[in-house]
């Protein structure tokens, strides 16, 4: 069974970073693609960063410049550091991987709250 556990959300200033980070486990599967969303309160989920399993990323015009999506294959895991947050970027970020057939796979989630 495929499990992602997401951790690193909190509370911080506008201004200020965090480090979120997504292990996957049950994984019987070569990943072709991993990735983070985001949900806000009273929004859709959407995009924030993904990266293929070649290493090419792809980011939502909102964060480019200030996030940066890594992962490491073998571990199994994938990382989002933000910089320069912003209060528009409160919010709860998923993290998500695809099988090559085309599954995707979710995780619980974890809260991002950027506020003064």
């Known amino acids: 069974q495929v499990q992602l556990v997401e951790s690193g959300g909190g509370l911080v200033q506008p201004g200020g970073s965090l480090r979120l980070s997504c292990a996957a486990s049950?994984?019987?599967?070569?990943?072709?693609?991993m990735g983070w969303h985001r949900q806000a309160a009273g929004k859709q989920r959407e995009l924030v960063a993904g990266?293929?399993?070649?290493?090419?990323?792809n980011y939502a015009d909102s964060v480019k410049g200030r996030f940066t999506i890594s992962a490491d294959n073998a571990k199994k895991m994938v990382y989002l550091q933000m910089n320069s947050l912003k209060p528009e970027d409160t919010a709860v970020y998923y993290c998500?991987?695809?099988?090559?057939?085309?599954?995707?796979?979710w995780g619980q989630g974890t809260q991002v709250t950027v506020s003064s």
């Open positions: 998500q991987i695809s099988s090559p057939a085309g599954y995707v796979y």
């Open positions: 049950g994984v019987g599967f070569s990943i072709a693609a």
């Open positions: 990266i293929t399993r070649g290493g090419r990323t």
